[in-house]
């Protein structure tokens, strides 16, 4: 339907039409608009005249249309299943100030998020250890200091252990709790996965050259590690510090247990930086994450959640 200032212009036009003479009718033509117009001109100024309705009916319109909506920009986190629980907590945060971006969070592994990184599958590589190798390409951000706690079940009587001991324990030298302070009872060693950044970093720190046994149990999260400790009185495992609850005990390392002082003043031995890697020149949205995670608001969430902030000249 034509719009009103469209049929002003078209009566105008008729008007102007009808003072026309056509000395030859071949070369006139009578066209009907909607509403019953009708317009009687020259085929040549037919052919003007609706370049011209067309011209003005774009000029009216693109003023008033409306501007489209920018899609949502989309950033993908994957890797660290240390990492990740808390990654989720800060992304849920950022996304309640309304930020018009999509962010995925995946797991997976620290060596698998850093390959996906590497590779751009994912903006962001999630690392709960060092770079290593190849990996050192990639730009990490350490966002906070996080504590291996060497966990057992809460009726377990060992509460304090020796990093001789603790390699002994998954190097399955020592293999009764007996022979550590505990009750007669068969050790069930439980680790993370090869890959995991929670497994290298306690590699790294306790293990050494040693390998741990092919008998131990392995599982490809700390929340499954959890969830076998505190389901077995004879079980030992690691995992994050900030995901012991209740249903398991933190046992102390050579008399100091992990906390967030601890951790800070580096006395508890099995600590480990929470790293976001990213390629050389990240895109503005992913820069933005990455200085939320280090501002106040973010920092607070960690450190509810029993990780260390990060630390000026640290």
């Known amino acids: 339907m034509l719009s009103q200032v469209e049929i002003s212009l078209a009566c105008t036009i008729c008007k102007l039409s009808s003072e026309i003479s056509c000395r030859n009718s071949t070369h006139c033509i009578e066209l009907t608009w909607t509403g ?7 085929i040549p100024l037919g052919v003007v005249i609706f370049f011209v309705i067309l011209m003005f009916t774009y000029g009216l319109s693109t003023p008033f249309a409306k501007e489209e909506t920018r899609a949502p920009a989309s950033i993908t986190l994957a890797g ?8 989720e907590l800060v992304v849920d945060e950022y996304m309640s100030e309304g930020h018009n971006i999509i962010i995925n969070v995946q797991g997976g592994g620290s060596s698998a998020g850093a390959r996906a990184a590497l ?17 050192k390409t990639l730009v990490p951000t350490i966002i906070a200091y996080d504590a291996i706690a060497l966990i057992v079940h809460p009726s377990n009587p060992c509460d304090n252990l020796d990093i001789s001991e603790i390699k002994s324990i998954f190097a399955e030298e020592v293999t009764n709790w007996s022979e550590v302070g505990g009750r007669t009872h068969k050790i069930h060693v ?5 890959g995991s950044g929670t497994r290298g970093a306690f590699d790294g720190i306790v293990m050494g050259n040693t390998e741990v046994a092919p008998g131990a149990i392995i599982q490809d999260s700390n929340g499954a590690v959890r969830e076998i400790v505190a389901g077995d009185p004879s079980a030992i ?20 247990l ?6 800070a003043e580096r006395t508890y031995k099995l600590t480990r930086p929470m790293i976001l890697a990213t390629r050389e020149g990240p895109e503005k949205e992913v820069g933005d994450f990455i200085n939320f995670c280090l501002g106040e608001k973010a920092q607070g969430i960690l450190a509810q959640e029993g990780l260390v902030p990060v630390i000026s000249g640290k």
């Open 36 to 42: 019953g117009i009708k317009l009687k001109r020259f």
């Open 80 to 87: 660290s299943t240390s990492v990740q629980p808390f990654a």
């Open 119 to 135: 590779s751009g599958v994912a903006e962001i590589g999630m690392l709960s250890r060092e770079l290593q190798g190849n990996e």
């Open 190 to 194: 439980v680790a993370r996965e090869e």
């Open 237 to 256: 495992g690691y995992i994050s510090l900030g995901l012991v609850d209740k249903r398991v005990k933190a046992v102390a390392i050579s008399g100091v």
């Open 258 to 263: 992990p906390s967030i002082s601890t951790v």
